[in-house]
């Protein structure tokens, strides 16, 4: 996918329904490479296989925000999957 956004690495949170799911659809659609983060890993598979049948790179991380590490567990396993993060987004809530 080309777009705007070609070759920046998207995190987005509470990527498995709802807001957080528009917003990495619109992110795949202008090119970014997704990060996608949902305490739900079935929903979140399943968000990341749509996109990437939309020809997007996309790469799901199961994220607990709530617990005290959380935060930087997911950063770091973003930064580990697909490189510099420039797009943060987040769309999580308790």
Excluded at 7 to 20: F, H, K, Q, R, W
Excluded at 54 to 59: F, I, R, S
């Amino acid at each position: 996918m080309a777009g705007f956004l070609e070759g920046d690495l998207a995190l987005v949170t509470g990527a498995a329904s709802g807001i957080g799911r528009g917003i990495a659809l619109m992110l795949a659609r202008q090119g970014a490479r997704l990060a996608l983060a949902d305490i739900d890993v079935t929903r979140g598979e399943s968000v990341a296989a749509e996109l990437r049948n939309l020809g997007a790179d996309v790469h799901f991380i199961r994220s607990d925000l709530a617990i005290p590490d959380g935060p930087q567990r997911l950063f770091d396993a973003a930064r580990a999957a697909l490189g510099r993060i420039s797009v943060f987004v987040h769309c999580a809530s308790p």
